[in-house]
């Protein structure tokens, strides 16, 4: 009792900023729902539902045991909202490997990691596939360049097709899982043209209105300038070369190039300004109405406008949730910039799309916004000053810059395996010319444009967005301007994030109690090892570690797993050169010494016919299913389709994709599909 006491003493003082953990349970919750090894049946979501009338029960207690109730409630209403989205999204996956015509209604063009064009198409037709077992979407990549339909059109084309395909390494990004809840049943590949079937419906659309937009900025502001004009005013991202996107990335700028918190709270921020001065300088009105209400419900409708005009993704549909709370707030005379805010947006997201919790996007833009939120607040209550009146937006803008670069650092770095040494400069010197420039210059020009009047405004935006381009360019280009990163232990970033959460939310000195789960991340983070051996899905690729980095057993083939494991590695080098670093024959099959094992890479047929035997301390791996007398370890396609991707430790530990994954919704399929073939 006496615990219970002082528990009870230290929630209490917690009383009136409870609110802002309601996100962090319910996403406590739904991660629990993903980290699960199988999928939760009938049994589990019955003990679900007794214990949520438990904890209902106790939250009508005013003490620590009710809000320990309450936490444990929210916990299992997200537990339970990730589970009903996971079914409710269930869709038909391909089971095999398709070839042949699909038909189907382009909805979106984008760009892959090697710069190629992808369609994604609904409402498909394929060839001797009944429609409850056709896709809803799937995704195509073209590997000739080739004019394209509009967005809207029937299209049709002759494509290889496969299932959604597992991680290339134990524990790495899981496609299956991010195709599941897109709705994507197969992805594959052309060669052929892609041909309109039918055009694109002739009354006024949306989605038309979207595309003649994209295609006239490509069109009046030629270049990378348009290219991004197009992507951060309609969300079409497709005209942006991965040249262009790999400046940005290296200046840690491409958060300006997605639709997100900062463009939405830029239009709506410029929109709100605007009216909320020109209503005041009007004073028949600014006497007899809330002007600054009515700023904020235009800003509102601007907002809202942005969302449907940039396609309504995922991002942008979390920044239009976070404007609406903050600008609700101001119109129901709430504080609009709180952690209280910040927390009703996150509820609001994560119980929308309860899966975004695991992408980067959500993580980076949240932590972004609440140590905003959390920095500036704690300065305004302590009456803390950043200088003289004329000082104080440049000393805002650095704050602002340096705060949002740390909270994200970490993120952006575990995800994409990259640090920007230069971000705060670069960020510095783009995001006031977007704020001041590019997006009032945006909105002008949608304005201006039914008058046909619109030049001025795009010239404009285009020199603003040159600007930008030449920052990304400039910085990039400085000696040292960023750096791989080793791939975390898997938890390093719910340390990470928990540990900021408790020094942001929490009241009182224990708050400081916070940096330690950072610290201890911080640690694991620099005690991480990566596997002494990787093997690719269908036994495709190896890549053992030596002395100077990852030896890969291919020069070419396998380049998106090769790519993959790299990064991880914190290692910039090329796949060509990664395969030169092991001095094999080539009239002999690729190998390498993984601990005291020997390991194997036989590639085709040729190659397996030299081997007839082999010892205990050999690993070989396959292109083609062996047949081979002797105790050695035997991985060829037949053993790894049930497998996926593999991990072989120093000691010769093997861990398998097939054994982190589990058996999930979304992991059934394709162990369906590998099954049978």
Known sequence: MGMMRILDQLLQVQRGHLLAWGPVFLGLGIGVYFAVPVEPGALTYLSVA?????????????SAIGLLGRALLIALI??????????????PVLSFRYYGPVEGRLVQIDRSARDLMRLTLDQLRLTDVPGPKTPERVRITLLTDATLPPVGARVATTAHLMPPQGPVEPGGFDFRRYAWFMQLGASGYTRVPVLMVDAPPPEMSLEGLRRDIA??????LPGPSGAIAAAITTGDRSG???ETLQDLRASNLAHLLAISGLHMGLVAGFVFAVLRFGLCLVPALALRINVKKWAAAVALLAAFGYLALSGGNVATERAFIMVLVMLGAVLIDRR????RAVAVAAVLVLLRRPEALLSPGFQMSFA?????VGVFSGIRDRGYSLGPTWLRPIVGLCLSSLVAGLATAPFGAAHFNTLSHYGLLANLLAVPVMGLIV?????AALMLLPLGAEELALTVMAAGLDWILAVASHVAALPGADRSILQPDPLVLPLIAGGGLFLLIWQGLLRVAGGVPILVAGLLWSQSHRPAALISPEAGLVGVLGPDGRMLSREKAKGFAAKVWLENDGDRSSQKAAHARTPTEPSRPWQASVGSFRMYHLVGKGAAAQVVGCTADEILVSTVDLKIDGPCLVLDPQKMRETGSIRIEADGTLVTAADLAGRRLWTGPQASANARN
Not at 78 to 91: M, Q, Y
Not at 368 to 372: G, N, S
């Open 50 to 62: 007794t214990l949520v009338g438990v904890s209902g029960l106790s939250v009508l207690h005013a």
């Open 368 to 372: 972004a916004t609440a140590a905003l």
């Open 215 to 220: 295609l006239g900025l490509r069109q009046r």
């Open 439 to 443: 997006v009032p210059a945006a909105v």
């Open 240 to 242: 942006v070369s991965q």
């Open 336 to 339: 609009a910039i709180s952690l």
């Open 78 to 91: 997200g537990f339970s909202v990730a589970g009903l989205r996971s079914h409710w999204l269930e869709a």
